[in-house]
Every structure is written in structure tokens, then in C-alpha cells.
């Protein structure tokens, strides 16, 4: 949220706010009830055919969150457990096995991801912190894990959450900012004030490791 008010304050209209369900977002069929989606989006190529990336902000620490009560100490002590996540997102890539680098800018020679678990059921949710709500009423009642940006996470625990980081994050990806394709006066105003660190002053955080 601090970095959309900060590029609404570079680009000078009021920023409003709305929060549909992630799987409306990255449709792409926004109908124009909105204009940018700022929800540390992973410009994959697949979502590159419906939408627009003008700019990475930050990189996203994918984490695996277990309950304070959980016995498990590494992320292949999930294997045969039941996961929580936000459908239609890396996570769910990543929990299906199925992820790839494969976003726009990825280097070839990247290493491949590591899949340090396998799920014996993976539970979709419109939004992470639903998930959690979930994984907050005790280890094993609903789900024996999330995954989750650590960031998310860390707000969680901040609130009172009784969850815990498992280990180290499983993976880190490219969080951008998107808006409908076709707008390339609009997108370049966005990489611009991106680029304007003296105005964009909203895009130091500590969760996250900042693209300068």
C-alpha cells in the first residue's frame, strides 16, 4: 500500500483501494474497475499475455508457516501434510511441483527450484490471510502449514498470531506491478516513478529485498 500511495503521489491522482479475490486480478479481466494491481504480482509469461509488467519493485520471500504447537523443524516434515495457500499463485505452482523461473527477465542459467516437500493435500484460499486464520486454530485442526510471503507472515505474528516461520524462505521471486495491457503512455509513468527514488521514497521495507 505505501508504495501505490507513493506512485499515486508521483503521478498525482488520489489512490483508492479495492481487494478482489486474487484469481479476478491475475484473469486480467478487470473491466476497469481498477487500474494497477499491486499485490506482489511474479510477472510470469503466462500472466505477461493478459496483463502489463511496467516495473519489479521488491523480491518476494516465499516461507512455509507452521502453527507455534508444530512439531516440525525443516520443510520436509510437511511431506504427506495438509498445505494452505492462495489459489492461482507461485505457491500453489510450487506445492503442485509444477513451478518454474519462468517470469519475464529470468536468467537462463538460473538454478532450478528445489521442491523440499511433498503435500498429502493441498487447501486453496482466496487470500493468504485466510489461510492463516485457518492455521491459527492449532496445529493440525485445519491445515499443518501455509506458505506465504514473509512478509504477510510477519504482520501475522505481529497481530498475535500463534505461527511460525519454519525455516528459511523455499524460494524468492520478482514482485511487480501490473495494469492492462495495450497502455504504454501509462506504464512508462509507472517504471518512471519506480525509478524516482527521491519521490518513492515508500519503497525501503524491510520484509523484502528492494530493487534499487
Not at 511433498?118 to 501455509?146: F, H, M, S, W
Request: charged share 25%.
Amino acid at each position: 500500500m505505501d508504495v501505490a500511495k507513493a506512485i499515486a503521489e508521483y503521478l498525482g491522482p488520489k489512490v483508492q483501494f479495492v481487494t478482489p479475490a486474487w484469481d479476478v486480478i491475475t484473469s486480467g479481466n478487470w473491466q476497469d474497475r481498477w487500474d494497477m494491481a499491486m499485490g506482489e504480482m511474479i510477472p510470469t509469461k503466462a500472466r505477461a499475455e493478459k496483463l502489463n509488467f511496467p516495473a519489479a519493485y521488491a523480491y518476494q520471500l516465499v516461507i512455509a508457516a507452521v502453527h507455534k504447537d508444530s512439531k516440525a523443524t525443516k520443510p520436509s516434515d510437511l511431506d504427506g501434510k495438509v498445505i494452505g495457500l492462495t489459489a492461482s499463485t507461485v505457491a500453489e505452482s510450487y506445492a503442485n511441483q509444477t513451478f518454474t523461473q519462468d517470469w519475464v527477465g529470468a536468467q537462463s542459467d538460473a538454478q532450478p527450484i528445489k521442491f523440499q516437500f511433498t503435500p498429502g493435500e493441498i487447501k486453496t484460499y482466496q487470500t493468504n490471510n485466510i489461510a492463516l486464520d485457518d492455521l491459527r486454530l492449532g496445529d493440525g485442526v485445519r491445515l499443518d502449514a501455509v506458505l506465504t510471503d514473509r512478509s504477510n507472515l510477519r504482520n501475522a505474528i505481529k497481530a498475535g498470531y500463534p505461527v511460525k516461520e519454519l525455516s528459511e524462505p523455499l524460494f524468492f521471486v520478482p514482485a511487480a506491478i501490473a495494469i492492462p495491457r495495450g497502455d504504454k503512455e501509462f506504464s512508462d509513468k509507472i517504471a518512471e516513478a519506480i525509478k524516482n527514488k527521491g519521490r518513492c521514497h515508500a519503497l525501503q521495507d524491510n520484509d523484502h529485498a528492494v530493487r534499487n
